[in-house]
């Protein structure tokens, strides 16, 4: 059982950056970033694998970057020129192996006003 603690949300101005943070209490194959707005489902961000290759939704590409250190298991997303429509709690996600992801962390809110 692997668990995951995020942290870094808050409340930020239009075009403003944060930096969210999620650390797993384990080795992990994936990790990544849902959101999930009022009165949405939960969409997809941005995912790294740990070896390589990542993977962003088109309405963050090119303004959140995702990271990650192997050595602490944790996983980071910056997050850049954010706007009002990127207000959401934000949830990481991982898995062990290949596949679905399993575990869920807390999750985060982040709120732009504009």
């Known amino acids: 059982q692997v668990q995951l603690v995020e942290s870094g949300g808050g409340l930020v101005q239009a075009g403003g950056s944060l930096r969210l943070s999620c650390a797993a209490s384990g080795r992990t194959f994936a990790m990544g970033w849902f959101r999930q707005a009022p009165g949405k489902e939960r969409e997809f961000v941005a995912a790294r694998w740990r070896s390589d290759g990542l993977h962003y939704a088109d309405s963050v590409k090119g303004r959140f970057t995702i990271s990650r250190d192997n050595a602490k298991n944790t996983v980071y997303l910056q997050m850049n020129s954010l706007k009002p429509e990127d207000t959401a709690v934000y949830y990481c996600?991982?898995?062990?192996?290949?596949?679905?992801?399993?575990?869920w962390g807390q999750g985060t809110q982040v709120t732009v006003f504009s």
């Open positions: 996600a991982a898995n062990e192996v290949a596949g679905a992801y399993e575990y």
